[in-house]
């Protein structure tokens, strides 16, 4: 199919996309990578009259770190770039293992960091990360810059706290903690397709095992990527070990609402999502006690 008629720009820099962005509101769609939204004009189930093409904005496409060490990284920049990033690469373990789940090099050599953020599918591994990291974004317009954290950004089923006017500019990764275990993963029906369920683990340590901290986000499993925040509880302030992973998973799978859909059932999320958890959960485990070892 092809899409509804739209008009079509092309800003050559950051302040003229704010000017468009300001001039038509809700009637316009930002065109980054365009591997979500050229499917979904095709299919008609986007029909926006005007079309912001953004390719041209080169100043939105960097990966460095800031003066307190965050990995910060500009919204347009390729999937493909973070993967081969030696920065990534040399400091961000777990941001190197996710990015390759994300679909197929194809579509990994044109889609960016920002859009698939603020696309904001519930399956999608890169949201997932940022609740995870608990990750900060950078939101632009021409009245002015704000800050949103990871955990207020995403509202629900490819909806955002983006309002009319406004474009992710960048995204902030806190400094990676060395002392972390972490763990990702995720079950789907052929490799590059979303996560069925996803999982992502990470785990710090104190003297004895004694859990400092433990982030558990799980994705493919509601509206948006969510905090086991139950099973974070319990695991914080405790000795953990393998026999911790069976409570874990129990407690990841009673907290889990899952709807049903045409590729898994409610009944079949819960179930997988516990059981994702307890390995994931085993994993970064593994790797937080050859970290405190350090």
């Not at 129990?250 to 898994?264: I, N, Q």
């Amino acid at each position: 199919m092809k899409p509804a008629p739209f008009e079509y720009f092309s800003p050559s820099n950051l302040n003229e996309a704010l000017g468009l962005l300001e001039q038509y509101g809700e009637e316009a769609r930002i065109l980054a990578g365009g591997q979500s939204l050229m499917p979904l004009m095709n299919l008609r189930l986007a029909r926006p009259k005007v079309v912001i093409d953004i390719n041209r904005l080169s100043e939105l496409q960097y990966i460095k770190n800031d003066n307190n060490g965050s990995l910060t990284i500009g919204a347009l920049t390729r999937q493909r770039m973070l993967e081969r990033s030696d920065l990534v690469q040399r400091g961000y373990p777990l941001l190197t293992a996710t990015i390759p789940l994300v679909a197929h090099s194809q579509i990994r050599n044109r889609g960016t960091i920002g859009g698939s953020i603020a696309h904001a599918d519930p399956a999608a591994e890169i949201p997932a990360l940022c609740v995870a990291l608990e990750a900060e974004f950078i939101v632009r317009s021409a009245r002015g810059q704000r800050v949103i954290p990871s955990k207020d950004f995403f509202l629900g089923y490819m909806a955002t706290a983006l309002e009319p006017g406004e474009l992710l500019t960048e995204i902030r990764m806190p400094a990676w903690d060395q002392a972390y275990g972490w763990a990702v993963g995720e079950v789907s029906r052929r490799e590059g397709d979303f996560a069925l369920v996803g999982a992502i683990v990470l785990l710090r340590l104190e003297k004895k095992d004694v859990c400092k901290e433990a982030r558990i986000a799980l994705f493919g499993v509601g509206a948006k990527a969510l905090r086991m925040r139950r099973a974070e509880d319990m695991l914080c302030g405790g000795n953990l070990d393998e026999r911790t992973a069976t409570e874990v998973a129990r407690l990841v799978s009673e907290e889990l609402e899952p709807d049903s859909d045409l590729h898994a059932s409610a009944e079949y999320r819960k179930e997988v999502g516990g059981v994702i958890t307890r390995r994931f959960f085993v994993e970064a485990l593994e790797r937080a006690k050859k970290a405190k070892k350090r």
